[in-house]
């Protein structure tokens, strides 16, 4: 075949335009992250001051703080991570190292990881209907409930994951010396899988510390001081979803501040789980 | 060895241990394979829960449930045509816009970026997923909102309205909120979801296919189109119907910027509603049974809709997981 100037160029240019599309669809989802995380910096930076911390939220059209808002999350997450995370591990240890590629195990990762993308605003009717309707009244509790739902299929599937990349031979040598299975996993598989097992409940944490669809109708709101889970509780998602819905500026700088926090928090989360699990491959 | 075990350890003493092991083991084993089976339950309970509570909604309104537009609780007759449209439509927008970008950005990452450069630039957009999504809703009721009834709505008024056909899709006042808004937030959130999967499959692909490309003259464009796309292409769909699944039941972010509006509307810069933010914004406020009960029939749509469009992703990138393995 004849040497082609023409096509040449045309497959050059080709070339040139593809990768340069790509590289400009690269530089607007950029555009994105930075507006995004820099109006929120922005609005949020001017309205924190120490009030947030010593402070209730207020009613409308006065100053304030989140403290309610924020010891209610605190609660509710350490009760999610005390709820969510014996089970996670469990489960995340027979599939490992139980199931052994039997049909039920497949089925029980299937579903774990569509769990994992399934809309929380599900989760949150149904721990209503599970919670809410028999008690007779929103709750910490129920919003606690809810956020051990969305941190289950996140610890399952990390301590899952961990534990099969441990060698056997750790196994055998366990075994070999006598020990008991369950001798063995808590012993020797556990420790070893530490690390990944932390990692996967600190995702977890990152994600639903922002969550907000799941506690609406469950743990709803709170305007007045209480960390008893047994009341409905205050939690900065949902404070933040009222008060920026609301017309008064002082509800929008809490707002804008309670986002800040959140979205620190969340992030400096998420990106410590991810650096972890990044130098462990 | 053997005996001098049996000498320092006296018979029943071991004889214990054992049976101490056994019992251990059984109780262990149970436990571990109850909390992978609450796994199982709990998907199953939620279906049943929504189904149950959502069942005397579909009872009263039949078929007419899906058709109808009216959603109105003082006469307590509801039909949930606007929210089931708003899901359906405002996903379809971010899926538009979401699918070309999270290409160009896999693109970029696998073919493009010099590897000092491809780390940060993933590790950035990463961060976008870990963004909570009530960020997004604030941001774009607070910021973007306003931009698109400045700059944006007026001039696709003026230019995409007029056009015959497609004209009353893009005409309307700038009001900011609605559904072109709304998918376009939605796209934002979905971008590094569908890109990170796209990524990892492109890196999937054996070297040596690759390179037998670039050994034939190809450029690199060509390599993605006729060597990477092909081989990961039952993956990278997969991907896409993450996304989708994703957008189909975001609830915040939407809700922020919908406008909670259920009068049927076919311009998309008309407030809308969606399935998720109908939820949101009316469930604790629902004062009649029949109110709340078409509310979970919708919670119940909304999920068996999510669920089958996660599982065909999922069964799509396990298909290219197994090709790989082999």
């Not at chain 2, 990463?126 to 009721?141: D, H, K």
């Not at chain 2, 509310?295 to 992703?313: D, H, N, R, S």
Request: aromatic fraction near 10%.
């Amino acid at each position: 075949m004849a040497y082609s100037r023409a096509l040449h160029r045309r497959r050059q240019a080709t070339n040139v335009i593809g990768l340069g599309v790509a590289t400009l669809a690269t530089l607007f989802g950029l555009v994105w992250l930075v507006w995004i995380l820099g109006t929120t910096l922005y609005k949020g930076a001017g309205a924190i001051d120490m009030r947030l911390f010593t402070q209730m939220t207020p009613p409308p059209g006065e100053d304030g703080g989140l403290l309610n808002a924020i010891v209610g999350s605190t609660v509710m997450i350490v009760l999610a991570v005390a709820f969510g995370t014996p089970v996670g591990v469990m489960a995340g240890t027979w599939l490992a190292e139980y199931a052994h590629g039997r049909a039920i195990a497949e089925a029980i990762r299937f579903i774990n990881d569509i769990l994992l993308s399934a809309p929380s605003i599900v989760i949150g009717l149904f721990v209503y209907a599970l919670v809410v309707q028999p008690s007779g009244h929103f709750s910490g509790w129920a919003g606690a409930v809810a956020l051990a739902m969305l941190l289950l299929p996140v610890v399952v599937r990390t301590s899952d994951e961990t534990m099969r990349l441990i060698p056997g031979t750790l196994r055998e040598a366990a075994l070999a010396l006598g020990a008991p299975k369950w001798r063995m996993v808590t012993s020797v598989i556990w420790p070893a899988a530490r690390t990944g097992i932390l990692t996967g409940i600190l995702l977890a944490i990152a994600r639903i510390s922002g969550e907000t669809a799941p506690l609406l109708f469950t743990a709803l709101n709170n305007q007045y001081w209480t960390a008893n889970p047994g009341n409905p509780l205050a939690n900065l998602p949902v404070v933040i979803f009222q008060f920026a819905l609301s017309p008064y500026d002082q509800w929008h700088r809490l707002a804008w501040a309670g986002a800040l926090l959140m979205t620190v928090l969340v992030l400096m989360l998420s990106v410590s789980a991810r650096a972890a699990l990044g130098r462990r491959k | 060895m053997s005996a001098a075990v049996q000498q320092t350890v006296p018979l029943p003493a071991a004889r214990r241990r054992r049976a101490g092991a056994r019992v251990g083991d059984t109780v262990f084993g149970a436990l571990a394979r109850a909390a992978a089976l609450l796994v199982l339950v709990l998907l199953g309970l939620t279906a049943l829960s929504m189904l149950w509570g959502g069942w005397p909604a579909f009872r009263t309104f039949g078929w007419h449930f899906f058709a109808g537009t009216e959603w109105d609780p003082v006469t307590r007759r509801f039909a949930a045509l606007v929210p089931i449209y708003g899901t359906l439509v405002t996903s379809a927008i971010a899926m538009v816009i979401a699918v070309p970008v999270s290409f160009g950005i896999a693109v970029f990452l696998t073919e493009v970026a010099p590897r000092w450069l491809a780390g940060p630039v993933a590790a950035a957009i990463e961060l976008l997923a870990g963004v909570p999504s009530i960020i997004y809703g604030m941001w774009g009721l607070f910021v973007f909102v306003p931009f698109m009834a400045d700059h944006v709505d007026p001039w696709i008024d003026a230019s995409l309205g007029t056009l015959p056909l497609i004209g009353p899709l893009f005409s309307g006042p700038p009001l900011g909120i609605g559904m072109l808004t709304a998918g376009i937030i939605l796209a934002i959130m979905v971008v590094p979801f569908v890109s990170a999967v796209m990524r990892d499959v492109f890196a999937l692909v054996p070297p040596p296919l690759r390179e037998s490309a670039f050994a034939l003259g190809a450029t690199r464009w060509e390599v993605v189109r006729r060597v990477v796309l092909p081989y990961t292409r039952t993956a990278v769909v997969g991907g896409i119907f993450l996304g989708l699944g994703r957008a189909l039941g975001e609830t915040m972010a939407v809700t922020f910027v919908l406008g909670n509006a259920h009068d049927f509307a076919i311009s998309l810069l008309a407030p809308g509603n969606s399935i998720a933010a109908a939820i949101a914004n009316e469930f604790t406020e629902a004062d009649s049974d029949i109110y709340r009960q078409s509310l979970i029939a919708l919670g119940f749509v909304l999920f068996i809709v999510t669920f089958a469009v996660l599982a065909v992703a999922k069964l799509m990138l396990l298909r290219l997981a197994r090709q790989a393995g082999r």
